[in-house]
């Protein structure tokens, strides 16, 4: 008898587990009264949507700040050297 368990790997980047958590909630959605995960009592998908947006873009913006960050600490590097 074949397994029919179904297994996602959860990943270890913050942008790969929002981009799960999106595609999950988009399946969700194209589903819609026959999702399953309509049956979790003590969790609503429908009310993570905005909290995955505002994850995303404040994830972007870190990012941003991150790349900054990098080129400031080189450009400080450089004017230590001369």
Same mark, same amino acid.
């Given at each position: 008898m074949a397994n029919k368990t179904l297994r996602i790997p959860i990943p270890a980047t913050t942008?790969? *587990?929002i981009k799960l958590g999106k595609a999950i909630h988009k399946k969700?959605? /194209?589903d819609g009264a026959a999702s399953p *995960?309509? /049956?979790m009592e003590d $969790?609503?998908?429908?009310a993570v949507a905005a909290d995955l947006t505002a994850a995303e873009a404040l994830h972007t913006q870190a990012e941003?700040? =991150?790349k900054k960050a990098e080129? *400031? $600490?080189r450009e400080r590097m450089q004017?230590? =050297?001369?």
């Open positions: 942008s790969e *587990l969700h959605m /194209a *995960l309509k /049956a $969790y609503s998908w429908d941003e700040h =991150r080129e *400031l $600490y004017r230590s =050297r001369t």
